[in-house]
């Protein structure tokens, strides 16, 4: 899908209070940046928002950091924040900035648990190492995560699925639950938040794949 660039959405992401500018300069302080010790819990390719926002809302007692690659996307999570549902919440922050760099943001052990919903699937073999499920890209998050930190991953795509199983045992991580219907899956579906390509694709009929992965 081809993305729309929006000319004023680098100056008002940059401007609005919730979104860190200098994420690099928070690494290790992250519990300062909120004012308490509660867990961190991250989505990386957050898109518009209501995923995020929608846990933060539902959990008051943990902390939220959503983490878009594109400032045309994340100005509509900040728009979404400004609603009144949103507005009040405390305990989320947005971060524009690549995956790639995640080690660079986090220190070691600052992050509970990372959220990926419908990541890109980069469907070309020569582009594997930049899905979100790669080895590659766990080895970044075992930099982060606390130690039986936890992974969560949502998508349609099964093909991405099953390479992102595949990805997981290659690791050396363990999968702790995975389905191929999770709106079937009474026990895996408890208490879950949709994002809007999740409503999208469920409403297709599409079944949604979810693993959930513990770090090594």
């Not at 469920?202 to 794949?209: A, F, K, L, T, V």
Request: proline share 4%; charged share 30%; net charge positive.
């Amino acid at each position: 899908m081809r993305l729309r660039n929006i000319p004023r959405a680098e100056s008002a992401v940059q401007a609005h209070p919730v979104v860190i500018k200098r994420p690099e300069d928070q690494r290790g302080c992250w519990r300062q940046v909120f004012g308490n010790k509660r867990p961190i819990r991250i989505e990386i390719g957050m898109g518009k928002g209501r995923f995020i926002l929608n846990m933060a809302k539902a959990h008051p007692n943990i902390n939220f950091i959503g983490i878009e690659r594109y400032s045309s996307v994340l100005l509509r999570a900040v728009e979404k924040f400004d609603t009144e549902e949103f507005r009040d919440l405390k305990n989320v922050r947005f971060v524009c900035m690549d995956a790639r760099n995640v080690a660079d943001v986090f220190a070691e052990g600052e992050v509970e648990r990372i959220y990926l919903n419908f990541s890109d699937p980069w469907p070309k073999a020569r582009h594997a190492k930049r899905r979100l499920t790669s080895v590659e890209f766990l080895e970044r998050y075992e930099k982060v995560l606390l130690q039986g930190g936890l992974v969560e991953f949502k998508t349609d795509n099964t093909a991405l699925f099953n390479f992102s199983l595949e990805q997981i045992k290659e690791a050396a991580w363990t999968v702790q639950a995975f389905t191929y219907d999770l709106h079937h899956n009474e026990e895996m579906n408890k208490d879950n938040i949709m994002t809007e390509y999740e409503e999208k694709f469920s409403q297709r009929g599409n079944p949604i794949n979810k693993l959930i992965a513990v770090r090594r």
